[in-house]
């Protein structure tokens, strides 16, 4: 079945810089468009960020974090990645991992953590 399993999140102080892993397996990974998606403390659940798969590297970021944050995947090692920069208090959230579109994914993973404080 679909696995994804994020790593990387942390505690960072504000302006720092933490990169997400997703390790991704149980379906043809190079195949599908995948996503990161996050989802602060009593707040809905928000988009981060998208990238096209099946040869396509198009991607996409949320007005929110554009210029800050890169998605990017490594097709033979079936991960994806989420490098995020400048960060600041207001990215504070769980980070999931998601195989899909924008936010109508079909499978997400169980999340990491990303603290951004003083």
């Known amino acids: 079945q679909v696995q994804l399993v994020e790593s990387g999140g942390g505690w960072v102080q504000p302006g720092g810089s933490l990169n997400l892993s997703c390790a991704a397996s149980g379906f043809t990974f190079s195949s599908y468009s995948m996503t990161w998606v996050r989802q602060a403390p009593g707040k809905e659940l928000e988009w981060v960020s998208t990238i096209h798969g099946d040869g396509g590297r198009a991607s996409y970021v949320a007005r929110t974090v554009k210029n800050r944050f890169t998605i990017s995947r490594d097709d033979a090692k079936n991960t994806l990645y989420l490098q995020m920069n400048s960060l600041q208090p207001e990215d504070t959230a769980v980070y999931y991992c998601?195989?899909?579109?924008?936010?109508?994914?079909?499978?997400r993973g169980q999340g990491t953590q990303v603290t951004v404080a003083a």
């Open positions: 998601a195989k899909g579109v924008g936010l109508n994914y079909v499978a």
